[in-house]
């Protein structure tokens, strides 16, 4: 188990309790191998983060943006989504800190390790919370996260990819995108597909993901990259 002060400096807060850090690490899997564990895992930690998260972008938004609600939806969406989350968790090395099943702690690259990361991040400001209040919360999550909003907001980033590759492909070429099950594999509870998205009979992009549409939606990212249609 890692030193809980290393990760106190990873996310710059002290806590007097340290077993409520430690707790917002622990994910399920991890209980079921250590069964007399002192403390329970993250979920009911990161049920409360998820509502401070959710409550300190929308106000900071509410207050410095007077776009229309369906806008600021969109925004808060590319904020708090579990992908962002997973990539703020990565950026301050959380992964290295969390408690799972060996069988988790060796699958490092799949959808679900993402999601134990973003659920750690809520955990943790849930933890954050708990022991410091909403002040210090806010804080933290306006540095580490909120801070992201500019280069959404450049980039276009809270346009689904799906959507932002069709307004391009139309608006610049006529051409409305199609998307082609190129191929599958797996067993059928953990099949990936392979898709790719076409502009008339040309091959742009391919994406792979756990279902057709997540396989779409990175089709797309790769196509909006490769046609520089971010800006």
Same mark, same amino acid.
């Given at each position: ?14 806590? &007097? ?19 007399? @564990? ?9 049920? +409360? ?31 708090? &989504? ?18 799972? $099943? ?41 540095? &580490? ?11 276009? +980033?809270?346009?689904?990819?799906? $959507? ?18 190129? $191929? ?8 990936? @597909? ?30 909006? $990259? ?6």
């Amino acid at each position: 188990m890692s030193d809980i002060s290393l990760l106190e400096k990873k996310i710059g807060i002290k806590f &007097n309790n340290k077993d409520l850090l430690t707790q917002a690490v622990v994910h399920r899997s991890y209980l079921n191998e250590h069964p007399d @564990f002192k403390l329970d895992h993250n979920e009911r930690l990161e049920f +409360l983060g998820d509502a401070v998260l959710e409550l300190v972008v929308t106000e900071h938004l509410y207050k410095n943006y007077p776009n229309p609600e369906g806008e600021l939806t969109n925004w808060r969406a590319s904020l708090v &989504n579990g992908d962002a989350l997973a990539e703020v968790a990565q950026d301050l090395a959380i992964e290295s800190f969390l408690l799972m $099943s060996k069988g988790e702690t060796k699958d490092k690259n799949s959808k679900a390790r993402q999601y134990i990361l973003a659920n750690a991040m809520e955990a943790i400001i849930g933890a954050i919370y708990l022991e410091h209040g909403m002040e210090k919360t806010a804080k933290f999550i306006t540095k &580490n996260i909120i801070s992201r909003l500019a280069n959404i907001l450049a980039n276009k +980033l809270y346009i689904d990819p799906k $959507s932002l590759f069709q307004e391009k492909a139309q608006e610049k070429l006529g051409i409305t995108p199609v998307y082609k099950v190129i $191929s599958s594999s797996g067993p059928d509870h953990a099949k990936i @597909f392979r898709v790719g998205v076409y502009l008339d009979k040309e091959l742009i992009a391919t994406g792979e993901g756990s279902s057709k549409q997540e396989a779409q939606i990175q089709a797309a990212q790769k196509g909006v $990259s490769k046609k520089n249609w971010n800006n």
